[in-house]
């Protein structure tokens, strides 16, 4: 039985995401970072958390978790490697382990670039992809703690999920990074198309993700980079834009 996956905007301009396991109805939220809409938005769907799942240890990404535990007494899960660093973890998890939701598994894919630690979450069940900020739609994360090597070698590994892969992460950036993408890739007709697409839901007031590994892979230029070099120039040459 597949997971749901629904964005949460909160902060300027940050979603967290709540996942539901259709099996049993089980809920995760991921990256909770503001107390207040993610409260509003667990009880629309029944006021039971049962998973907190982190991405990275920045407090747009975090910040509320420990309200949120202590109001739904639910475990929070998130990587081994920075468990120094992020909120008090009662599942600390290494690349290729899994964590349960109800009866769905999320799998572990370690994801360094963004920051050290940085991890994403992948529910084959339902091809949800939780990636925090490594991936955008038409972008990725700022390498604050790592390599174009290392992002690159991250993105390759979300790169090899299914076509139809939902991509859920963390800003909701796209149309800025459209307006760099633009720029790389300006003869790109899918590009295009979905420029229009993104024009047309953000001007409704609706967020232009989740998106799909398939459309990425035909849009994004950083994850159409062809090596970590060329991937590491676009990402100095987009810092500056
Ligand atoms: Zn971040
Ligand atoms: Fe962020």
Same mark, same amino acid.
């Given at each position: 039985m597949p997971v749901h996956a629904t964005p949460v905007p909160i902060l300027k301009d940050n979603y967290a995401w709540l996942l539901q396991d259709?099996? @049993?109805?089980a809920l995760a939220l991921v990256?909770?970072?503001?107390a207040d809409p993610l409260i509003a938005a667990i009880a629309a769907q029944g006021g039971r958390l049962d998973l907190i799942l982190l991405t990275h240890h920045h407090a747009d990404h975090v910040a509320a978790t420990e309200l949120l535990r202590d109001r739904y007494r639910c475990p929070v899960a998130g990587a081994r490697l920075d468990a120094h660093r992020l909120p008090r973890l009662d599942i600390a998890l290494d690349e290729g382990e899994e964590v349960a939701l109800g009866v769905a598994r999320g799998r572990v894919i370690a994801t360094p670039g963004? @920051?050290?630690?940085h991890i994403a979450w992948f529910f084959a069940d339902g091809a949800v992809l939780a990636c925090g900020d490594t991936l955008f739609s038409l972008g990725c994360g700022r390498l604050f703690e790592g390599t174009a090597a290392e992002m690159f070698a991250s993105l390759a590994k979300l790169a090899a999920l299914p076509d139809e892969t939902l991509v859920c992460c963390g800003h909701e950036y796209t149309l800025a990074n459209a307006r760099f993408a633009r720029t790389v890739d300006p003869d790109n007709p899918a590009l295009t198309a979905r420029i229009a697409e993104v024009e047309r839901l953000r001007a409704a007031g609706?967020?232009?993700?989740?998106?799909t590994l398939a459309l990425e892979r035909a849009t994004n230029p950083f994850l159409r980079a062809a090596d970590a070099a060329i991937l590491g120039a676009l990402r100095a040459r987009k810092d500056n834009f």
């Open positions: 259709s099996g @049993t109805g990256d909770p970072a503001e963004h @920051t050290r630690g609706l967020p232009s993700v989740p998106t």
